[in-house]
C-alpha cells in the first residue's frame, strides 16, 4: 500500500540521528575545551601563536557544531515526514527521489536533479 513504512529508510535515518546526536555531544565538550583553553591560557595576546592556534581550532569546532547540528534537524525533519506519511518526493519537483539516494542520504528533501540545480543557484 501506498505510504507504508520504509524499514530500511527508517532504520538508515534513525542510525544518522545516533551518530549526528553523538558528534553534537563530542564537539560540544571538545569545544568547551578549547573555550577553557583560551579562557586560562594568555589569549589575548593576538600574536601568541597558541592563541591563533586556538582561535582557529575554536572557529572549526563551532562550524562542524552548527553542520553536526543541522544533521540532526534534517534527520529529525525527514523522520517526521516519513512518520507524516512521506514516500520519498522530492519536496520541490514532486518526482520520486529514488532509493538508491534515500538510503545515501535519507534525509534529503530533493531529488538529485533538484538538488543539483539548488547548488547551482
Ligand atoms: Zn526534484
Not at 41 to 61: C, K, M, V, W, Y
Amino acid at each position: 500500500m501506498p505510504g507504508s513504512p520504509e524499514p530500511d529508510r527508517a532504520a538508515a535515518l534513525a542510525a544518522e540521528r545516533c551518530l549526528a546526536a553523538e558528534q553534537v555531544e563530542v564537539l560540544t565538550r571538545d569545544l568547551a575545551r578549547v573555550v577553557q583553553a583560551s579562557e586560562s591560557s594568555n589569549a589575548d595576546d593576538e600574536h601568541d601563536p597558541e592563541g591563533s592556534t586556538i582561535a582557529f581550532e575554536r572557529a572549526q569546532l563551532s562550524a562542524m557544531l552548527d553542520a553536526a547540528r543541522r544533521r540532526v534537524q534534517d534527520v529529525d525533519g525527514a523522520l517526521a515526514r516519513l512518520a507524516a506519511g512521506d514516500d520519498g518526493r522530492c519536496e520541490r519537483c514532486g518526482s520520486s527521489i529514488g532509493d538508491e539516494r534515500l538510503l545515501a542520504r535519507p534525509w534529503t528533501r530533493l531529488c538529485i536533479a533538484c538538488a543539483r540545480d539548488q547548488r547551482q543557484v
